[in-house]
């Protein structure tokens, strides 16, 4: 379930253009005027917020083809040039459609200053067969070649024997389960496990090929005939970085909002904290399971996700991930 | 191009599948009335060979619906009950959507008794990337779980390391090509191969990730710069079967027209000819590219195809595939 919020009477597009670029000019006005006062910024980013932290996907994609064909300007390069820092950020991430901002994310993952397995990791496991595909068709478009072969190419050794396949999957979604075949592969992968083959090509092949209903199944087996959930004896190693991200694996394939829950949590203690990975779970899981998400950081902080954001966060930033993760109204 | 001809006036999709009726019903009178004579069976495959043989697939769909509609039976059950052996099975799989129909195939090689690494090669590198995620969707479809994992968890070994990423490829489809990028794959693939590491990822990687249009200019750069086509350094040793199917990867991606050839050649000069080979290649490629693998059947076997098929086939099959390969008239 989505936290964000659409108001009842949602202005028309070209409404919603026209007041942005509003917003926009304003601020260059101010700019000229009281170029080293900040008078005058407030009201235009909240502006910003308003409009754009409350529309779904589809009425972001509507004002874009509006605001391009009346301006004959991107909404994003736009925003771009008018907002700074994480604030920034949040917003263009936000206002892509679902598809060009995995792709996006998926795209930094394979650069050599903002790679990440985790990221790479997470797109192919938390979102469905046919988003990733859509992900896959939004890279194609955007950079003109494939994910696959991106996160082939800039990926080593036993993280590429497993991105690679994470990525390339296209799943049965179905809720169809083998019981004969859960059975026989949680053996498999018990078997793998006890001696330690973490990247054995059969643990491989199950992760990445099974429907999630088939998977589930085969953990659930696995819990009851060996006694432990598959995660614990993942624990061997406590600080292999492999089997850290291969316990996400099944996290993310399993309990998705956990695994968000401990990917806020992680970003919100950190000293300093991690807006990257703050932005990346808003932005993405808002119109999607961002409900879920904050009831499991409830239940693991014992304090509400939109009070833990508050106390780290400041400003418009702040203000436009409340607004996502639905905090006030539309 | 595609040998397929459809009339210039085309019956309406209720017209075909009530004349196809009229076929299985005058048929089912025939074998009544004369069970041990064949007279009369003649007349009834001439029309299902003068309807199904002479529809593209968007006309076939529309007869199954329409056909469906109005007998409440499946178009495909009732060729199934009313032909046999090699005619039927060209029925059928021809009558299928391209899609549903690779799925099929797909499917069988997975099977005990029909496997084929060879087939699921041919359906992972000689589609296009739309064409193959179709492929995936009909399998998600009819079997309820994914081509990927099927194909997973009946190869093993070098097969599977090499057949998995190929049919879960979703390769780039553009025609822009990174030079630098060619160079440096070209140097990769010769040094793997100049030490028989013919299975190494890297390999793998490259001839399952590349765009057709890369894959091409690295190709081209290994023949320039290393003296050899790959193929050639790919037949050190002429009866490893591993090499034969990398050899045929090869081929099906970059000259899909060559190996389709060859297959054709080798079923038809087959003791007893491969009517599966036959029937395979002449129902997926009809409607694609049988006019090129015509052309280069004719080059290299200074005989038309038309007169190789209808030498080794005979009655409604014969004419059922000369019909597909463009003999004759609509």
Known sequence: ???????????????????????????????????YSLAGWGTNE??????????????????????????GEDLLKCLEKELTSDFERAVLLFTLDPAERDAHLANEATKKFTSSNWILMEIACSRSSHELLNVKKAYHARYKKSLEEDVAHHTTGEYRKLLVPLVSAFRYEGEEVNMTLAKSEAKILHDKISDKHYTDEEVIRIVSTRSKAQLNATLNHYNTSFGNAINKDLKADPSDEFLKLLRAVIKCLTTPEQYFEKVLRQ????????????????TTRAEVDMVRIKEAYQ????IPLEQAIAKDTSGDYEKFLLALIGAGDA
């Open 46 to 71: 909240q502006l910003i917020i308003d409009i754009l932290a409350h529309r779904n996907a589809a009425q972001r994609n509507s004002i874009r083809k509006v605001y391009a064909e009346a301006y």
């Open 267 to 282: 970003a919100i203690n950190k000293l300093g904290s991690d807006e990257w990975a703050l932005t990346r779970v808003v």
């Open 1 to 35: 379930m989505a936290t964000l919020k659409v108001p009842v009477h949602v202005p028309s597009p070209s409404e919603d253009a026209e007041q942005l670029r509003k917003a926009f000019e304003e601020q260059a006005m101010t700019m000229n005027c009281f170029r």
């Open 299 to 302: 239940r693991r902080n014992s």
